[in-house]
Nanobody
């Protein structure tokens, strides 16, 4: 089992920045890919970014490229999502998730952290 706890969300003005954290417990993450997703009010959940824990190779949704950065700290078993140049349309609940790289589906999910960007 992998338990995921997000933190770092909050209220920020447009153009500001936040760093979201996702602390993982229960297992080492060397065989996992970690992802960030978000869900805005009235919209579907969407993929934001992912990182291969072992290699630190990353993938980004087109909407995230250039503004968001995913990273991981192996010693702390934590994955981060740096949010820069935030826009009101980035307002959403942000979730971290984990999947074994051999599987297609993310298995473990955190409870989410709210990001609100005011205009």
């Amino acid at each position: 089992q992998v338990q995921l706890v997000e933190s770092g969300g909050g209220l920020v003005q447009a153009g500001g920045s936040l760093r979201l954290s996702c602390a993982a417990s229960g297992r080492t993450l060397s065989m996992y890919t970690m992802g960030w997703f978000r869900q805005a009010p009235g919209k579907e959940r969407e993929f934001v970014a992912s990182i291969n824990w072992s290699t630190a190779s990353t993938n980004y949704a087109d909407s995230a490229k250039g503004r968001f950065t995913i990273s991981r700290d192996n010693a702390k078993n934590t994955v981060y999502l740096q949010l820069n140049s935030l826009k009101p349309e980035d307002t959403a609940v942000y979730y971290c998730a984990a999947r074994q790289r051999s599987l297609l589906k993310y298995e473990y999910w955190g409870q989410g952290t709210q990001v609100t960007v005011s205009s």
